[in-house]
């Protein structure tokens, strides 16, 4: 039962510091979406990509934050120098090709910025 | 006005008991409503998805939706203790793909 895969599941950064994680999507999905959930507050969107495209990106913060979804390999969510605000829940989901599908989500990477 | 508002509970039921929760959105043009159950410290379950107006029934789950009213709803009949958990509605609006959430309603059920 191929989910969708994150990792790493928690991840500790010093401020200034790179954060980077992976997400695999589940076997068959071409859709894949990054939310953010801080503590004590709801999910939010932040980008939604397909294969070597990002399809929006209007959730993103404009600054430190990048992501990619490769033709081969995982999507990667890349954040250049954390800040203790960065710390969070990162969800990726992933659907598959076709308009409003349902979205299935991973175990999500716990980050915390010391 | 927030996008998707959701009462954030907590919603006390008894087992056995149906519970009821509500979700009202501000996106006339949404297409598509989506339950999902997330338990402390671990990630959303997708539980119901819903397009059309009406009624949609899965197992103990029924979602309802009023696009005239801009309402959705999740009834959770013969709740059990292993349904305590925060209830998410999402609106995949008219905009595209990405979902939009409400704050999560808090549900315990009570043996």
């Known amino acids: 039962n191929a989910g969708v895969m994150q990792n790493p599941r928690h991840l500790v950064r010093r401020r200034g510091q790179e954060a980077r994680l992976r997400c695999s999507p589940m076997?068959?999905?071409?859709?894949v979406y990054w939310y953010r959930q801080l503590p004590e507050e709801g999910l939010k969107f932040m980008v939604y990509l397909q294969k070597e495209n990002i399809i929006d990106e209007s959730g993103m913060p404009k600054e430190r934050f990048s992501a990619e979804f490769p033709k081969e390999g995982p999507s990667i969510l890349r954040i250049q120098q954390v800040v203790r605000g960065d710390s969070a829940a990162y969800f990726c989901?992933?659907?598959?090709?076709?308009?409003?599908?349902?979205?299935?989500f991973g175990p999500g990477t716990r980050l915390t910025v010391l | 006005q927030k996008e998707v508002e959701q009462n954030s509970g907590p919603l006390s039921v008894p087992e056995g008991a149906i519970a009821s929760l509500n979700c009202t959105y501000s996106?006339?043009?949404?297409?598509?409503f989506f339950w999902y159950r997330q338990y402390s410290g671990k990630s959303p379950e997708l539980i119901m998805f819903i397009y059309s107006n009406g009624d949609k029934e899965d197992g103990r789950f029924t979602a309802q939706l009023n696009k005239a009213s801009q309402y959705v709803s999740l009834l959770i009949r013969d709740s059990q203790p292993s349904d305590s958990a925060t209830y998410l509605c999402?609106?995949?609006?008219?905009?595209?793909?990405?979902?939009?959430f409400g704050g999560g309603t808090r549900v315990l059920v009570k043996p």
């Open positions: 076997k068959g999905h071409s859709h």
């Open positions: 999402a609106v995949n609006g008219a905009a595209g793909n990405k979902l939009t």
């Open positions: 996106d006339r043009g949404s297409q598509s």
């Open positions: 989901a992933s659907s598959p090709s076709r308009a409003e599908a349902e979205q299935f």
